[in-house]
């Protein structure tokens, strides 16, 4: 499941618990807070600017690392996609153990707190970051469209779509966590199907367990617990 969509659960779960203290909010809250869900999987997907002008000067800084990427040489590209793709996974799993605890935290928080909650708003650090990969490859993609280097930009192209295939191809951990990226370029499935492996709590638990020993795993969690708390 996207990221995008945990997020959507979050706005849900706290709309289900609005509904559960006012009964007759139920159905407008949840209403609600599924358009609002829907809007910010819009926007991840980049079909929303937030704010105006904030969100110009951000794509404007992502336009230069964009041409950054594109005038490197294959082997430095497609590190830094590798790298792109990894930092991905592992804000997928960092979202799925924030979303863990922002489900056991439901049930004792009060509704003025719900926002101020560590996972709620490590959550929404977590997406903050993702937007920010997921936009750079998207933007790369779409950028060796218009490149004047055809044979270059259509290398590159193919190194996106390797890079990505190959890495859904390993779990379907994996495979989850690219699934926005597949979509959002239409890429081709990968060779392995995971569509009957059932991936539940333990599977998550077990993911977490795997990386968290990872000296990467642990200085990203650091980072969204100080993005969190800015």
């Given at each position: 499941?996207?990221?995008?969509?945990?997020?959507?659960?979050?706005?849900?779960?706290?709309?289900?618990?609005?509904?559960?203290?006012?009964?007759?909010?139920?159905?407008?809250?949840?209403?609600?807070?599924f358009?609002?869900?829907?809007?910010?999987?819009?926007?991840?997907c980049?079909?929303?600017?937030w704010?105006?002008?904030?969100?110009?000067?951000?794509?404007?800084?992502?336009?230069?690392?964009?041409?950054?990427?594109?005038?490197?040489?294959?082997?430095?590209?497609?590190?830094?996609?590798?790298?792109?793709?990894?930092?991905?996974?592992?804000?997928?799993?960092?979202?799925?153990?924030?979303?863990?605890?922002?489900?056991?935290e439901?049930?004792?928080?009060?509704?003025?707190n719900?926002?101020?909650?560590?996972?709620?708003?490590s959550l929404?650090?977590?997406?903050t970051?993702?937007?920010?990969?997921?936009?750079?490859?998207?933007?790369?993609?779409?950028?060796?469209?218009?490149?004047?280097?055809?044979?270059?930009?259509?290398?590159?192209?193919?190194?996106?779509?390797?890079?990505?295939?190959?890495?859904?191809?390993?779990?379907?951990?994996?495979?989850?966590?690219?699934?926005?990226?597949?979509?959002?370029?239409?890429?081709?499935?990968?060779?392995?199907?995971?569509?009957?492996?059932?991936?539940?709590?333990?599977?998550i638990?077990?993911?977490i367990?795997?990386?968290?020993?990872?000296?990467?795993?642990?200085?990203?969690?650091?980072?969204?617990?100080?993005?969190?708390?800015?």
């Amino acid at each position: 499941m996207p990221l995008y969509k945990y997020f959507a659960q979050v706005i849900y779960l706290y709309a289900d618990q609005l509904s559960q203290q006012w009964g007759f909010m139920r159905i407008s809250v949840k209403s609600a807070s599924f358009t609002f869900a829907m809007m910010m999987s819009l926007s991840s997907c980049g079909y929303y600017k937030w704010w105006g002008p904030q969100a110009n000067k951000d794509r404007e800084v992502a336009s230069v690392s964009v041409k950054q990427l594109l005038n490197e040489d294959e082997q430095t590209f497609s590190e830094n996609i590798q790298d792109k793709i990894n930092a991905l996974h592992i804000y997928y799993v960092l979202g799925q153990k924030f979303m863990g605890q922002f489900d056991r935290e439901i049930p004792g928080s009060k509704i003025e707190n719900i926002y101020e909650s560590e996972a709620y708003l490590s959550l929404l650090a977590i997406r903050t970051q993702t937007e920010e990969i997921e936009h750079e490859i998207i933007d790369v993609w779409e950028s060796t469209k218009l490149s004047k280097d055809n044979k270059s930009a259509q290398k590159k192209k193919l190194q996106i779509q390797v890079a990505v295939s190959k890495f859904a191809d390993i779990s379907k951990a994996n495979q989850l966590s690219m699934e926005n990226l597949v979509q959002q370029l239409s890429l081709p499935r990968g060779q392995k199907s995971f569509a009957s492996t059932r991936f539940g709590q333990s599977d998550i638990l077990e993911e977490i367990k795997r990386l968290e020993i990872t000296k990467e795993f642990q200085v990203f969690e650091k980072n969204i617990e100080h993005l969190s708390h800015m």
